[in-house]
């Protein structure tokens, strides 16, 4: 019987948590403004999974940098030492129930939680 993809879903954190999230990861670097950490219910934020403010500043600042090119520089800072870890920290949490990654992002399904989602059911 083949194995099944892990549930893994992408909310913004601004959302109110819900019974059926699972395990609430924040996948940002910085914590999310006027939200307090009662309120966010977050299980766990590993801090070594998200884009590193080179990175972030890359793909938003001026002369932004393009999809394709943001998922592959960040495709790399996962496959880092310390990434790596955390990822397969992840992975191994996914593989056990429903992982809701949590970011602040207007549009929670681009960008790193995209690639992350990806990661974890791929």
Avoid: Q
Avoid at 11 to 31: N, Q
Wanted: zero cysteines.
């Amino acid at each position: 019987m083949p194995a099944t993809a892990p549930d893994v879903r992408v909310r913004r954190v601004y959302e109110p948590p819900s019974p059926d999230d699972g395990t609430r990861v924040l996948v940002d670097r910085l914590w999310p403004r006027g939200l307090a950490k009662a309120d966010a219910r977050v299980d766990a934020w590993p801090k070594a999974l998200t884009p590193s403010t080179e990175l972030r500043r890359w793909y938003h600042g001026p002369g932004a940098g393009d999809e394709d090119g943001f998922r592959r520089r960040y495709e790399a800072e996962l496959a880092a030492s310390g990434a790596a870890e955390a990822l397969e920290d992840l992975r191994a949490l996914a593989a056990r129930g429903t992982v809701t990654l949590l970011t602040a992002a207007r549009h929670p399904g681009t960008g790193h939680t995209a690639v992350l989602r990806d990661e974890l059911t791929g």
